[in-house]
């Protein structure tokens, strides 16, 4: 019989398995394993602190509170704490799963799943792998197995997005009536948790930027010290500057001025260094307040400054332009002068000289973004988000009730189950009638899209569609390539019909339309008269639309191709290969029998 081993060895080798940040947890799941040999390795398995370092791996993000909560009631065991965690991830797969699978009550288990704020936060990280979902949109040949990971990604995602919406309008909304007690960088920050951000993302980028500042600075034997006879905050700022410079950080090209991702923060830390003013002054306050410089927003007519408070009484405070080619401005001669030059008379200056508080730039920030919305260049799939972040702001600031109409037009139904349920309509507490507007118009959006989940559309043969959804086409009349997402056996819209002339097409009105999406992401509705299936599709062609249009893993899983050879009228082989979307379970169970007739065509069929 092999001796056993002590329990020290026992707990040394089980220490020895590497922590993992995976979603089948397998290292955990290999000391639990191990626990089952016998009773030895199953104390030994128990040990708190051979969890710690797991725990610390898998779990990045929580509620603050919730952490507190559960360190108290399992006495800091973090054996316990990660098994913990480990119930709420199941809960929340749980409840993604429901949301992947049906649209019928979705949007229910959205609104549960928000209401876990950052404690579900890891589990839906790990769930996408960190990638963008139209990554997981695969071509596959026809008969290879279908994967739902494409939907899967895309909807942790979207939940990521209204976890981190949710967190942005809770702290936004304390900063309403001229409260000041959300801190400029960290309010500013926030606009990227709108885009699935966590706020510990930007942080530790600003972070990284500081600490880097201050060992530039020591290198030149800078000091920092205020007491310091040799400090000189002038020189200080001026450095800073210079060091965002080195980090290519600095003014924007004219040309992409209105560039809508000069304006949030998670693109111009990264690829977007070349920027506007008030991005520049974020990252310079943020700097300088990590070295103890006084450092405020100014909200300024030309564009924002810094206003630098200095520790002297004896000496004036001053004005940092980030963004010009004279960094240092002063008080006395060069803020008058500038402010005469926009025609502001001297006993107004004040109003635009004190420093700002994070609204105040939050606001500025909103109406950069909907001015950016007017330009041409501008992506579709970027139009929507940035408006709707915009409008949030104005109405978490303002409580403007015109805003609302304006609000909900952008909105989608996880919107107003999410972020808007759960934040916007509770920060508008005091706010009258535009709260109840807002929580009347949600709750309408809820019901109108819940009476849509539940349509099922079915052929018959007296109404004959012949095409189906997840079906390439041209079109006959524009040329452009589309994807048929949906149809109707005749025209939805009487305006339609006379805006688009459809009485003048060969089967007028009496014919199915169907509705699209197209290359640029944007959606329209083709009468069926105008559609010519695509017979042969490139992998560049199809790739391009997998990574083009942001929608496509909501509504398709990947893409199904099956080669075929033809020949032309000289008999000269012709290869090609058909294509077409495979159906997510949403519009499996919108339209059940398209899926089937999506194959026969893939094999070589004809359209119904």
């Not at 996408?128 to 994967?147: N, Q």
């Not at 899967?152 to 919406?165: F, H, T």
């Not at 260049?377 to 988000?385: E, H, Q, V, Y």
């Not at 509504?555 to 997510?584: M, W």
Request: hydrophobic fraction near 40%; charge should be negative; aromatic fraction near 8%.
């Amino acid at each position: 019989m092999v001796p056993s081993l002590p329990l020290d060895v026992l707990v040394h080798i089980l220490y020895q398995i590497p922590p993992s940040r995976d979603l089948d947890s397998i290292s955990a799941r290999t000391i639990v394993q191990c626990s089952s040999t016998n009773t030895l390795f199953r104390e030994a398995a128990a040990t708190p602190a051979l969890w710690q370092q797991h725990y610390q791996v898998r779990y990045l993000h929580a509620n603050e509170a919730s952490e507190g909560q559960r360190k108290a009631e399992t006495n800091g065991n973090w054996k316990l704490m990660y098994a913990a965690r480990r119930m709420i991830d199941m809960k929340v797969l749980k409840h993604l799963d429901s949301i992947v699978m049906k649209r019928v009550g979705r949007y229910d288990h959205a609104n549960a799943l928000t209401k876990f704020l950052f404690d579900a936060w890891d589990v839906l990280e790990i769930e996408t792998g960190m990638v963008d979902s139209s990554r997981h949109l695969k071509i596959r040949e026809f008969g290879e197995r279908r994967s739902l990971s494409a939907t899967r990604v895309y909807w942790a995602s979207a939940v990521l997005a209204s976890i981190g919406q949710t967190y942005a309008v809770g702290l936004w909304s304390s900063l309403r009536l001229g409260n000041n007690s959300v801190p400029f960088v960290q309010a500013f920050s926030s606009i990227a948790c709108f885009f699935g951000k966590h706020p510990d993302e930007i942080s530790s980028m600003l972070i990284s930027l500081n600490s880097r500042c201050k060992s530039y600075l020591s290198r030149l034997n800078i000091t920092l010290s205020h007491t310091d006879p040799n400090y000189d905050p002038k020189k200080l700022c001026i450095l800073i500057c210079d060091f965002m410079s080195n980090e290519g950080y600095g003014p924007v090209v004219p040309h992409n001025f209105h560039d809508v991702l000069n304006l949030f923060p998670h693109f111009y830390l990264t690829s977007h260094k070349r920027t506007i003013p008030l991005s520049l002054v974020h990252i310079f306050v943020s700097i300088a307040q990590s070295l103890d410089v006084t450092a405020s927003p100014v909200d300024f007519p030309v564009r924002v400054l810094v206003h630098i408070s200095v520790p002297d009484p004896e000496v004036d405070d001053f004005y940092v332009d980030v963004f010009g080619s004279q960094t240092i401005l002063t008080l006395r001669d060069d803020i008058p002068a500038i402010l005469a030059r926009q025609g502001i008379q001297a006993d107004s200056m004040m109003h635009y000289i004190s420093p700002s508080g994070a609204a105040s730039m939050l606001l500025r920030n909103g109406r950069n973004i909907l001015s950016s919305l007017n330009i041409p260049a501008t992506p579709l799939s970027l139009i929507r988000p940035s408006a709707l972040l915009a409008l949030t702001i104005f109405l978490v600031l303002t409580g403007g009730g015109r805003l609302v109409i304006q609000l909900m037009s952008q909105a989608e139904p996880l919107d107003c189950a999410t972020f808007i349920t759960e934040a916007l309509v509770p920060s508008l507490d005091g706010a009258g009638k535009v709260q109840d507007d807002l929580h009347q118009a949600s709750q309408k959006g809820l019901e109108e899209e819940a009476i849509s989940a539940q349509e099922i559309k079915l052929r018959s043969p007296e109404e004959t569609v012949r095409h189906f959804v997840g079906m390439l086409f041209e079109h006959k009349r524009y040329n452009y390539t589309a994807l048929i997402t949906g149809w109707d056996v005749s025209c939805a819209s009487e305006s339609w019909i006379k805006e688009m002339k459809v009485l003048d097409l060969p089967r007028g009105r009496d014919q199915p339309f169907y509705h699209v999406v197209c290359m640029d992401s944007s959606s329209r509705y083709v009468a069926e008269d105008n559609i010519k299936p695509l017979l042969s599709a490139s992998n560049e062609l199809l790739m391009q639309m997998c990574q083009n249009i942001a929608v496509l893993p909501k509504l398709f899983t990947g893409v199904l191709t099956k080669p075929k050879t033809s020949t032309d009228l000289r008999n000269v082989p012709i290869e090609e290969q058909r294509a077409r979307f495979v159906l997510s379970p949403e519009l499996t169970e919108a339209y059940p029998e398209d899926e089937p007739l999506g194959d026969a065509w893939l094999a070589g069929g004809e359209s119904v």
